[in-house]
């Protein structure tokens, strides 16, 4: 299927969360829009259930009450994808066998099974996010979109901005960039901060981590820079240890972005393991389960980098 | 190909265990003897998936002069690690990653090679249940006719009295946890070991026997970590210096006695885990190496102010070379799978019950776990031996 008609045609976005007081998504306080689909495949994601483009099931073992007092959901599952150790006598699902069709959703009291995704329209999401207008003229925050990659969802999330901007609200957008050049541009038409991530500088190491080269990404952000000179563009690394933790790639990140004026900074962020707990709910492996945590030091070390860079003081102790 | 001879395939469909070449050999010393030729399929099912990574060909034809060195080490056809034919990962042309379903490519590459029946070794994970089984099964309802051979780890195949590979594990592990257990005692000190056993705690439980461990942690037995030092506070008490208490991975302290942690709100929080203060990390992790050792050695070291020693040895037990029954086992498993087709069987599981091997349904297996009876005359012997297990 292609993505033009996966995504393009459907009149509502596909949406995974809606995140309330989001400091850290663009300036201001912010409501953060998570949505559905990606097109890469990070090896150290900490959003595994925003991969996949369709609603998928997720089963958190600690909320099942088992089969004596319940077992409701293994009568409504038609593929018998759900069964029951013995010695906890609570329900695993056999992911093989799971088509996600959502069935035993409604059934579990609960919530132990919950479905990962769901469409809402432009207004449903607005009627959300201005729940908290006053924070924004506050604070000059407002709507960020995020995934996955949001701007694989391109005509709701362009739908969506361009309402956000009518009705006052400031917009900016979390991307990878691995889209189409229309798909990116018509997002970003109405987005006034673009936080975009630069995940590894070399093609080679790119492909290795994240599943595909960063050519077209490179190519998507370079043409964005040039063909929107007023917006804001906020480049960021997610830095994971032994990964991409090294000067080499951050000094080929400042050496692509800094002769563009637009890009006001280069955020680093230190990589955590907050989606680790996800990838069990999914069943899935996590790639990095037994990876170390970033040491402090490291992230000293590349901030002071990017600070020479942008010609900010550094100040050390 | 000459009409009259069957040509059949074999592939592993999950990890590496010692002596998987063992398996492959029995079956291509079966099949010759019928006269059928057979293929290994390389790297669980990458050889039909992606024949353009193999300049040599995705499949591998098997004489009987395989088994002469088979049983050294490596798996001769290589092992699937992840692989899964209904959800290839690919790279379309809009340079977008996404999973597509290629069995029917799978299928359809094993039509043009003249195959008429696959043998797979299926196997367990502790995250993902029993991967290859389900694989098998679903190729299975697509009319491939299927004969499948059980390897695991932790035993835990349901109506699989010993799956292959799990007697070189027990003696390998058994071997390791003597050997902490004598430094251990050396130095005064208590070692807490984390062996594979996420639902089922067969090998916890057996090489814990042998090696004369203190205390055993299974799945099948909710502990209290009270009583656990307790038991270990009187082998002190006895001039008999406790040093070796063996925990199952998916070991878990009774519902009463848990630690009370953080209640980080489950599948909703997760989605939102820096808004939620209360949620960190750890608190959903269920699958990093040694996280049980860990815990329990902490907690025994608070109860009984004594130096304990977290061990974990994860992948460890899967090295090494196979054991004696593992050998037999193994060129049995892989002869029987070519008996069975033979016979006509078709969507079938080997398994051993003394003397013979018999066929299984697929569907037997699938969705179940095989665990220890907590009163069962195993348990019950090693109470006798002295083993605590802190119910």
């Known amino acids: 299927m292609s993505l033009s008609t996966q995504y393009e045609s459907k009149p509502t976005g596909r949406v995974l969360n809606i995140q309330h007081f989001c400091t850290n998504d663009g300036p201001g306080i912010r409501t953060t829009v998570f949505l559905k689909a990606c097109s890469l495949r990070c090896k150290w994601c900490c959003n595994p259930e925003s991969i996949h483009p369709k609603p998928e099931l997720a089963f958190d073992l600690k909320k099942c009450i088992g089969e004596k007092e319940c077992g409701l959901c293994l009568k409504e599952c038609p593929e018998s994808a759900i069964y029951v150790v013995d010695t906890d006598g609570k329900v695993r699902i056999n992911w093989d066998l799971c088509t996600n069709c959502g069935k035993c959703v409604p059934v579990c009291p609960t919530e ?42 391109p005509e709701f999330c362009a739908a969506l901005l361009a309402e956000a901007h009518r009705r006052g609200i400031n917009t900016a957008i979390e991307t990878a960039g691995n889209v189409p050049w229309e798909f990116f541009r018509q997002v970003l038409e109405n ?127 | 190909m000459n009409p009259c001879v069957k040509r059949i395939a074999i592939n592993i469909g999950s990890g590496y265990l010692p002596g998987l070449d063992l ?101 367990g994970s502790a995250v993902t249940g ?134 980080a709100g489950g599948l909703r929080a997760s989605l939102t885990p820096n808004a939620d203060p209360e949620f960190g990390e750890g608190e959903h992790v269920i699958d990093r190496t040694g996280a049980m050792a860990n815990s329990v050695a902490l907690a025994l070291q608070r109860l009984t102010g004594r130096d304990v020693l977290p061990f974990s040895l994860g992948h460890l037990v899967r090295g090494g070379v196979p054991t004696a029954v593992d050998r037999q086992l193994g060129l049995a498993y892989g002869a029987g799978a070519v008996r069975a087709l033979q016979s006509g069987e078709d969507g079938v599981l080997i398994t051993l019950q003394p003397p013979d091997l018999k066929s299984i349904p697929l569907g037997e297996s699938l969705n179940r776990i095989r665990t220890i009876p907590a009163q069962s005359e195993l348990i019950q012997i090693a109470r006798a031996l002295g083993i605590a297990f802190g119910d």
């Open chain 1, 112 to 153: 132990a099974l919950y479905e990962f995704g769901h469409d809402m329209t432009v207004d449903e999401v607005l009627a959300e996010v201005e729940q908290d207008a006053a924070f924004y003229r506050e604070s000059g925050g407002g709507i960020t979109l995020s995934g996955g990659e949001c701007t694989l969802q």
């Open chain 1, 191 to 317: 987005t006034d901060t673009v936080l975009h991530d630069h995940k590894l500088s070399d093609p080679e190491r790119h492909k290795q981590w994240v599943g595909v080269d960063n050519v077209r990404i490179r190519a998507n952000f370079q043409r964005a820079y040039e063909t929107f000179p007023d917006k804001t563009f906020i480049a960021r690394t997610p830095v994971i240890p032994g990964v991409n933790d090294d000067e080499e790639n951050i000094r080929g990140v400042l050496a692509f972005i800094r002769p563009y004026k637009n890009v006001i900074d280069y955020q680093l962020l230190p990589y955590h393991r907050y989606g680790e707990g996800k990838y069990g709910f999914l069943g899935r492996v996590y790639a990095l389960k037994d990876f170390p945590s970033l040491p402090a030091e490291t992230l000293r070390r590349l901030q002071a980098i990017i600070d020479e860079a942008f010609g900010r003081k550094v100040i050390t102790n």
């Open chain 2, 23 to 123: 398996v492959v050999a029995g079956a291509a010393l079966a099949a010759d003897g019928l006269g059928w030729e057979i293929v290994g399929i390389r790297d669980g099912y990458d050889g039909l998936l992606y024949p353009e990574r193999y300049p040599e060909g995705g499949m591998v034809t098997l004489r009987p002069g395989i088994a002469e060195a088979a049983g050294r080490g490596g798996s001769l056809i290589g092992t699937a690690a992840r692989t899964d034919p209904f959800r290839v990962r690919t790279t379309n042309a809009e340079n977008q990653i996404e999973e597509i379903d290629h069995s029917d490519d799978v299928l359809e590459a094993l039509r043009k090679a003249g195959v008429e029946a696959m043998i797979s070794l299926v196997g």
């Open chain 2, 130 to 263: 029993l991967h290859a089984l389900s694989v098998a099964f679903k190729l299975h309802r697509k009319r491939l006719c299927t004969v499948c051979v059980p390897k695991s780890v932790e035993n835990e195949i349901a109506s699989v009295q010993m799956a292959f590979g799990y007697n070189s594990v027990l003696s390998h592990t058994a071997e390791t946890l003597e050997r902490i257990r004598t430094g251990a005692q050396d130095v005064g000190r208590l070692a807490v070991v984390e062996v594979p056993g996420q639902y089922a705690g067969w090998l916890a439980l057996q090489s814990g026997m042998a090696a004369l461990a203190d205390a055993v942690l299974l799945p099948e037995i909710p502990y209290d970590i009270v009583k656990v030092a307790n038991a270990l506070a009187a082998r002190w008490g006895e001039g008999r210096p406790p040093a070796l208490v063996v925990v199952a991975e998916g070991a878990r302290p009774a519902a009463s006695t848990a630690v009370a942690g953080p209640d």
